[in-house]
């Protein structure tokens, strides 16, 4: 779970000056054209449209050290969120994303100008798929207090304090930070099946608790829930998860943590699958957001003060090989769909960033070419979905 020894957790997080100064360097450096950078909510963080993925690619050093590769270079031009998780790879996307941010710190780019997130929930099976997975549940999880198998589901998901606090803790030693700026709790929706809805908020309730005293302990900054089904389908589904309703569970926990009634949570991001195929985050009003309206994921966020983050960008590589049509006639300029894919997630009204996975350096080009055109402008946005 530790650093390598001898290691020292790199000190700092996120914060506006930081991050703007980042921004305008980027900008007058031609890397990043303007409206590639979203305001992180009231916190005036700037956050790049684009972010960097790390969960593709086998489990091996070569792939270790293009992941490392690929930090390096985009936080070195213009793209400071990066992301992965504790079970990427099996744990080692976590210390790969580290390298790549040490190189960067190295090269003069602050810690306190990137975003870096992780997450957890799903077991991380370090060293790859044990043979007797019995076994090594009872060893590494029941034996260290960290679980149990009623609280496993789909024999890959744990949702409880004790776990996603090992999780978290292995994200901070392992990208070798002191703070990470966010840690989101990867699919709890995943549970529903198994325990139900009410009991699946209760253990979340219980995880947010964790989380807030992690942000209380300053090893956190923020966090919230990557969701694949969760709050994208509609509200008659199983496995839907109100945006509002997990708000209200973080504002629970935070009093729980603190003992005041008006403390203020810290759950601050949503990220839920977005793209061409995939548009329901934009075009599906499924959240009574208690202000008197319905709307849509993405919309509800905005609303709720919660940074959106797509995930899927690419639809597990398809829409890096073609476009749905009319999105060549709406995107002329740009080189091929991948770039397509991407300009039109970033160009979604209220959506903060979309990530993509990249552990291969080559496909870093394409993002990077991105980053350097504005957004779309909102009427020509709009139309694509008119014309569909």
């Given at each position: 779970m530790n650093a390598d020894p001898g290691t020292t957790l790199i000190p700092g997080y996120a914060n506006a000056k930081a991050t703007r100064a980042y921004a305008e360097t980027h900008q007058?450096?031609?890397?990043?054209?303007?409206?590639?950078?979203?305001?992180?909510?009231?916190?005036?963080?700037?956050?790049?449209?684009?972010?960097?993925?790390?969960f593709g690619g086998a489990a091996t050093p070569e792939v270790d050290a293009q992941i490392s590769a690929v930090v390096f270079r985009a936080l070195l031009e213009g793209i400071n969120v990066i992301d992965t998780a504790a079970h990427y790879r099996y744990g080692r996307s976590l210390a790969a994303v580290g390298a790549g941010v040490r190189a960067a710190v190295a090269q003069g780019v602050p810690r306190e100008a990137?975003?870096?997130?992780?997450?957890?929930?799903?077991?991380?099976?370090?060293?790859?798929?044990?043979?007797?997975?019995?076994?090594?549940?009872?060893?590494?999880?029941?034996?260290?207090?960290?679980?149990?198998?009623?609280?496993?589901?789909?024999?890959?998901?744990?949702?409880?304090p004790a776990y996603i606090n090992y999780q978290l803790e292995l994200s901070r030693q392992l990208l070798g930070v002191e703070t990470l700026d966010a840690f989101l709790v990867d699919q709890p929706e995943v549970h529903?099946?198994?325990?139900?809805?009410?009991?699946?908020?209760?253990?979340?309730?219980?995880?947010?608790?964790v989380l807030e005293r992690a942000v209380r302990d300053k090893r956190l900054r923020s966090y919230g829930?990557?969701?694949?089904?969760?709050?994208?389908?509609?509200?008659?589904?199983?496995?839907?998860?109100?945006?509002?309703?997990?708000?209200?569970?973080?504002?629970?926990?935070?009093?729980?943590?603190?003992?005041?009634?008006?403390?203020?949570?810290?759950?601050?991001?949503?990220?839920?699958?977005?793209n061409q195929v995939m548009p329901e985050a934009f075009t599906r009003f499924n959240t009574a957001t208690g202000q008197g309206n319905v709307a849509s994921p993405i919309q509800a966020a905005h609303q709720l003060e919660v940074y959106t983050i797509a995930s899927h960008t690419m639809f597990k590589g398809h829409l890096a090989q073609q476009s749905l049509p009319g999105m060549e006639q709406a995107m002329p300029c740009l080189a091929n769909p991948a770039q397509r894919a991407m300009q039109f997630n970033r160009s979604t009204p209220g959506l903060g960033t979309s990530l993509v996975g990249i552990s291969t350096p080559a496909h870093l080009d394409?993002?990077?070419a991105v980053a350097r055109i504005p957004p779309m402008e909102r009427?020509?946005?709009?139309?694509?979905?008119?014309?569909?």
């Open positions: 007058a450096e031609g890397h990043a054209a303007a409206g590639h950078y979203s305001e992180f909510l009231r916190a005036r963080i700037r956050l790049s449209s684009l972010g960097v993925g790390s990137m975003f870096l997130m992780s997450k957890g929930g799903f077991l991380t099976l370090r060293g790859g798929p044990p043979p007797d997975m019995q076994a090594w549940f009872d060893r590494e999880i029941v034996a260290q207090s960290l679980g149990s198998a009623d609280e496993l589901a789909k024999g890959a998901h744990l949702l409880n529903i099946p198994v325990i139900g809805k009410e009991m699946t908020n209760r253990r979340l309730t219980d995880v947010f608790e829930i990557s969701t694949f089904e969760g709050v994208r389908v509609e509200t008659d589904n199983l496995m839907f998860q109100s945006l509002t309703s997990m708000i209200g569970l973080a504002e629970r926990a935070a009093q729980a943590v603190t003992g005041e009634e008006t403390a203020r949570h810290h759950f601050k991001i949503v990220m839920m699958p977005f394409d993002l990077l009427k020509p946005y709009l139309a694509m979905y008119q014309k569909a």
